[in-house]
Nanobody, 123 residues
Framework: QVQLVESGGGLVQAGGSLRLSCAAS????????MGWFRQAPGKEREFVGG????????SYSDSVKGRFTISRDNAKNTVYLQMNSLKPEDTAVYFC????????????????WGQGTQVTVNS
């Protein structure tokens, strides 16, 4: 139904910043909430945050609240994750995901993940 392609990952020092992008195919992109998840080696996929279809509301996990910001540009079919003040514990593969509908931004509201982009934070 939808193809999601993440990009922007890389290696950064603690305290640094990265911006991830998720490009989505499909004509109905703007009708759905979008989210970000991450998965560290040996651990289960973890919810990072979500954003409603219009961008009016966002949600974040406690671990990233105040440091990460989700935004979207529906004209470009793209969702962003701005990551500031990165910590080593942020190291993971980051995935974007499409919601089941336009408004739900809780972890259980998302599915259809992309392939992920690696974020590594050291020092």
């Amino acid at each position: 139904q939808v193809q999601l392609v993440e990009s922007g990952g890389g290696l950064v020092q603690a305290g640094g910043s990265l911006r991830l992008s998720c490009a989505a195919s499909g004509r109905t992109f703007s009708n759905y909430a979008m989210g970000w998840f991450r998965q560290a080696p040996g651990k289960e996929r973890e919810f990072v945050g979500g954003i409603t279809w219009s961008g009016d509301s966002t949600s974040y996990s406690d671990s990233v609240k105040g440091r990460f910001t989700i935004s979207r540009d529906n004209a470009k079919n793209t969702v962003y994750l701005q990551m500031n003040s990165l910590k080593p514990e942020d190291t993971a593969v980051y995935f974007c995901a499409r919601g089941a509908g336009p408004w739900g931004i809780s972890p259980r509201d998302f599915g259809s993940w992309g392939q992920g982009t690696q974020v590594t934070v050291n020092s």
